[in-house]
């Protein structure tokens, strides 16, 4: 029996392997485009990542600046003194001393 070719639509065959054909080749587009995404969004956090390690490299740490103690010694002593001086002269009781020198010591 010789091929004779259709005319008109085609057969539930032909229609079935078209859909076949049109739905793989868009599944396959559609895998590669979120392919492509996720490999150029990971290559961008890498980015950022590199950037803020080099900007963490490049920042100094900072160092903490000494309190200055001697001007504070200074006046401790120089109180202390005139807390004496107080006392000598009978402006401050002993229990009164005491507890303006504790006040003072901390």
Sequence with gaps: MPYIPRRGRPGLLGLAART????????AVSDGMAT???RRAQAEYEHAQYEFAQQQAVLPIPTPTPTPTPTASVDLVAELQKLGDLKSQGLLSESEFEAAKARLLG
């Design 20 to 27: 076949a054909v049109v739905t793989g080749t868009a599944t």
């Design 36 to 38: 492509r995404r996720q």
